[in-house]
């Protein structure tokens, strides 16, 4: 049996994503929501993990430090593909909230989800064809040595070509969580998970192409990814469409789409400013500081990503809540939401402390190297904590629209890391550069809450606006 709304007869059919997004319980929209995202967050850390293990078996230091310092180049793709993906996936949440008391919203949808993917691909492919033209000063500037440059180049160009494939695959990712399709979402990733470690033994275990045979399986993923989401939205998707001819530039599309987006640009260039300065300055303490730096990295993905699960996959909720003016739901899922964060981390964290030498022990041998990397791990657990709120607070700003508090995070992150780890590394050496990120995440995370306080009144203004277009509808609804 099924309980649908009058005004829009499939929105709210149980067991649908739109049911999970407009009146399931908050408990268990979350978990609809957050565990098929934080599971495939996972595998794709995991995979992480693997994939530094394909580099490691070839007992080669410069590879590993290769694909360290061309890690940047991720975030280059998610800040493209975020900019296109979290402000049109926010957008198109909110419409669809908003079109359960003014159906006229459903029909912008379209135009939203074909100026996210084009755009992704258009930007993606212009960064890209710049970034190889400029391929040795770029290697130059991941702080690559004279050892390591030629490894970081071939896996450099290979990144730069997928660019605008990565790119797409990441915003067609957030697309499709915008309808509450997390467990499309997921089977997705892990798919493109899976097809990637399957390239990872062709090209590096038979073919021996190194880790530009690795950066070739990635783009190769997305490409699987890409067909996956396309099909999936053809077939299911009622209001998103990817056809070129719904493509537009309107004010009304490019505006809000942007004013969201652009605080992932901003976070995700604070990323590529804290992996190359991070980079520079372990460099001159050697390729084993590198290597335990990488190694560390990839182990706190793994609680990281749990913990991003969490608070991407309550975005479209809350965007969804907004729109419709629903306060109480709202509420309610930011409260659920900052719970389970705090949960989630305390455990994972612990869980990955206790065991880092059993972890570290699988990748390296060396006693120095291992001694490092639990230093780094502790101070990665200790700012995924903190960044776990700070993403949730950054979900909250962007799906109310929130684009200055969301911009002034992002911002404070990038600003504020430069003279923290520069100073640590004057004062300290290299432990001041470790725990640099721990002390930069915990001040953005009391930034975030001050912001969080001075947009209480906007906030509820919206809420209330939405609520009150919904009465409106409703008593239409009861005059007819």
């Known amino acids: 049996m099924s309980i649908q709304n009058p005004s829009n007869p ?21 978990i609809h929501l957050c565990i098929p995202m934080a599971a495939a967050m ?93 391929l040795n000063p770029l290697v130059a500037l991941l702080g690559a040595d004279a050892a390591s440059a030629p490894a970081t180049a071939g896996f450099v160009a290979v990144t730069l070509a997928f660019v605008p494939v990565l790119a797409a695959a990441f915003c067609l990712e957030q697309l499709v969580r915008a309808e509450g399709a997390s467990r499309q ?32 399986a990635v783009g190769l993923a997305n490409l699987v990814v890409i067909g996956y989401f396309a099909v999936w939205l053809h077939r299911n998707s009622e209001h998103l469409s990817l056809a070129p001819r719904w493509f537009t530039l309107s004010p009304a599309v490019v505006k809000p789409v942007f ?38 990295v990839r182990i706190a993905q793994v609680p990281e990503f749990l913990l991003m699960g969490v608070t991407l996959g309550v975005l479209p909720l809350l965007a969804y809540a907004y729109g419709k003016g629903d306060r109480a739901r709202f509420v309610a899922a930011v409260r659920t939401s900052a719970v389970t964060v705090g949960a989630i ?11 880092r030498e059993q972890l570290f022990g699988a990748f390296v041998s060396d006693a120095s190297v ?13 700012a995924m904590i903190a960044n776990g709120f700070t993403g949730l607070l950054t979900s909250t700003f962007q799906a109310t629209g929130r684009a200055v508090a969301a911009t002034t995070m992002s911002l404070t992150q990038g600003l504020l890391f430069i003279p923290v780890v520069l100073l640590g590394n004057l004062w300290f050496g290299l432990p001041g550069i470790i725990w640099a990120l721990t002390v930069t995440e915990g001040v953005v995370l009391l930034v975030g809450i001050g912001l969080l306080v001075g947009s209480h009144r906007s906030i509820d203004r919206g809420l209330a606006e939405g609520s009150a277009e919904r009465a409106e509808r409703m008593l239409e609804e009861a005059a007819v």
């Open 345 to 355: 981390g305390l455990v994972a964290a612990s869980l990955a402390f206790v065991f």
């Open 185 to 216: 979402v997921m089977v997705g990733l892990i798919a493109s998970t899976i097809a990637n470690v399957v390239f990872d033994v062709l090209f590096i275990l038979v073919l021996h192409w190194g880790v530009a045979g690795a950066a070739l």
């Open 259 to 296: 004013a969201v987006g652009v605080s992932e640009l901003f976070q995700a260039s604070f990323l590529i400013v804290t992996a190359l300065v991070l980079n520079n300055l372990a460099a001159n303490y050697g390729d084993g500081a590198l290597a335990a730096m990488g190694v560390a």
């Open 10 to 30: 499939s929105a709210d059919t149980v067991g649908s994503n739109r049911w999970y997004l407009s009146s399931a319980p908050i408990v268990r929209a979350l």
């Open 42 to 134: 996972i595998v794709g850390a995991v995979y992480n993990v693997i994939n530094a293990g394909f580099i490691g078996s070839l007992h080669d230091t410069t590879l590993l430090a290769a694909v360290t310092l061309g890690s940047p180049l991720l975030a280059l793709v998610m800040a493209v593909g975020g900019v296109f993906g979290t402000g049109g996936g926010a957008l198109i949440s909110r419409l669809l909230g908003a079109a359960e008391h003014d159906p006229a919203k459903a029909s912008e949808i379209k135009h939203v989800s074909a100026f996210s993917v084009w755009g992704a691909v258009i930007v993606g492919a212009v960064l890209g064809g710049i970034g190889l033209l400029l």
């Open 370 to 382: 291992l001694a490092l990397g639990a230093t780094v791990l502790t101070a990665q657990l200790v």
